[in-house]
């Protein structure tokens, strides 16, 4: 890393630490030649691959943006957008890859926008799955339905499961001592 006062071709990392909740790292850096200190933020470069073939950094903007479409007119706020666009890059990010198809960066917004908005969800997966008739959108309610009674079924049996009681476990109170009155023999 070249020094940004005199030019000098190395330095020495002083401090390495964590930023943007573990997607950079910030590192403090002296330069041997003039003494001075300056830093740096590493991240790891992830790019989109267009349909037009032209590459672009991904941009959790972008998927706000996205997604802020398929939202209007639902009680869906910033913050909950800003959240989902980090689940979308941290998804991405996983999979090891450089560079991501714009058309895979569509699919990955699909799961946490289910979770969010079913309707922003249905219309945002109409485009990006491409729908041709009714039949793929009642195919797709049916298969929300299908996951919901799934989610309620696994809510009673998590609920059922708590209420039983337990006894003997290690967060039980003791039992109350037993007092013995022994005669001598």
């Known amino acids: 890393m070249h020094c940004p006062f005199c030019r000098h071709p190395d330095s020495r990392v002083v401090d390495s630490r964590e930023a943007e909740d573990g997607a950079a790292i910030r590192r403090r850096r002296s330069c041997?030649?003039?003494?001075?200190?300056?830093?740096?933020?590493?991240?790891?470069?992830?790019?989109?691959?267009?349909?037009?073939?032209?590459?672009?950094?991904?941009?959790?903007?972008?998927?706000?943006?996205?997604?802020?479409?398929?939202?209007?007119?639902r009680p869906v706020?910033?913050?909950?957008?800003?959240?989902l666009a980090q689940q979308v890059e941290e998804t991405i990010r996983a999979t090891g890859a450089a560079e991501v198809a714009a058309h895979?960066?569509?699919?990955?917004?699909?799961?946490p926008l289910r979770d969010l908005d079913e309707?922003?969800?249905?219309?945002?997966?109409?485009?990006?799955?491409?729908?041709d008739s009714l039949a793929d959108f009642e195919a797709e309610i049916l298969a929300l339905r299908a996951d919901q009674v799934l989610d309620e079924a696994a809510e009673a049996a998590f609920a059922?499961?708590?209420?039983?009681?337990?006894?003997?476990?290690a967060h039980d109170p003791a039992p109350p001592p037993v007092h013995a009155s022994f005669a001598a023999p």
């Not at 590493?42 to 032209?54: D, F, H, I, Q």
């Not at 706020?77 to 959240?83: F, K, P, Q, S, T």
């Not at 895979?104 to 799961?111: D, K, N, R, S």
């Open 32 to 73: 041997p030649e003039c003494g001075r200190r300056f830093t740096t933020v590493e991240t790891a470069s992830l790019s989109v691959l267009k349909r037009s073939g032209a590459t672009e950094p991904f941009s959790r903007a972008k998927v706000v943006a996205g997604v802020r479409k398929a939202c209007s007119g």
């Open 77 to 83: 706020g910033e913050d909950a957008l800003a959240v």
């Open 104 to 111: 895979e960066v569509g699919l990955a917004i699909l799961p």
């Open 119 to 131: 309707v922003a969800y249905m219309r945002f997966a109409s485009v990006y799955r491409a729908f």
């Open 160 to 169: 059922d499961a708590s209420a039983v009681a337990r006894f003997g476990g």
